[in-house]
């Protein structure tokens, strides 16, 4: 298995960019959700997903997009970039939402 | 904001010297887990306490949930130089529709050989 995989692994956006980090898990997990790592302050989640066609807000969901079309895939869109969107972005999965959460590698985004 | 508060921020200790990095919340949480952070990597599962004053211990790692089930402590006994990282502690995200995690900020764990 190769367990959630992250692309790209770096990216540099111009503000008002918009772009798409994808998300994919072989697991066959049912949740899946999207955090930003920024320095100090941990990870808040952005969107999470319970299952196929379901998803919800996380803490800081603003100018991100999420579907989940199928069990697998988890895509994050931003909309226009912000220089304030400049992160780590991480996938996590798991069987359920309160089980243990298994993470990508990330995606270091850059916005300037 | 954040609901678990986690302290301290960084520790720096001698290889061979203990660490313990605590994590409070203001409300009861129905279960915490811990993560580590390889520099430059993605949070790793270490565990998930669920019991009023559960204890459990993975080698050098004990891990503590309090008996009011708001506060909770991970303790590395003896530390190595492959325990650096950042430990983080998560709990359910309160008020939240259906289960979210929300995440202390971390400690940092500097190990000098």
Redesign the interface.
Known sequence: NAGVTQTPKFQVLKTGQSMTLQCAQDMNHE?M?W?RQDP??????IH?S?GAGIT?Q??VPNGYNVSRSTTEDFPLRLLSAAPSQTSVY?C?SSL???????????TRLTVT | GQQVMQIPQYQHVQEGEDFTTYCNSSTTLSNIQWYKQRPGGHPVFLIQLVKSGEVKKQKRLTFQFGEAKKNSSLHITATQTTDVGTYFCAGPRRGAGSYQLTFGKGTKLSVIP
């Open positions: 949740y959700s955090y100090g302050m941990g990870l808040r989640l999470y319970v919800d996380g803490e991480f996590a359920q939402g309160r089980d243990e959460q298994y993470f990508g590698p990330g």
